[in-house]
């Protein structure tokens, strides 16, 4: 009888350890759903179906255009005509829900240089605004964009990449 015993005590503690294992995956899924997304430090305020910037393009005093592709390419822009165009274009923006696509071979970086010193960042990786870890797909307003940084790339100096 004691070989018995022995082996229901065996199979009674792995199943107690199996379900503490389920109820814990179940807390942890439960947990990265509800809790807060994203980086702690978000390089600028997004929301869903909207793209919020916390500058107007009078607080801009130079924006640096990074298009990562089969070459790296980095504009330099001071003109206000061309850095008001992208900060219209981006407040029109309309986000979509959060996706899982990652494109590593393509992407549009934004660094504004603010009057003040400070910077804003922003990064579109392939039709997907990304946000430190949280990604939103880019519903609308994708085309505007584009030709703001079309404009950008023509008013700008390219400044070669070391």
Known sequence: MTGFNAQRLVIGGGLAVLGAAVVFWLLAMSAANTGPKGSEHPSAPAVAGGFVLDFSAADVASLTYISEGEML????CTDSEAIGRVVDALTRLGLGEPTELVALDVGDRLIFLLNDG?????FFEAGVYVDGDVRRTVDSGAGDLTQALGLVRESSVEVAEQ
Do not use: C, G, V
């Open 73 to 76: 390419q980095r504009y330099e």
């Open 118 to 122: 400070t910077e804003r960042r922003y």
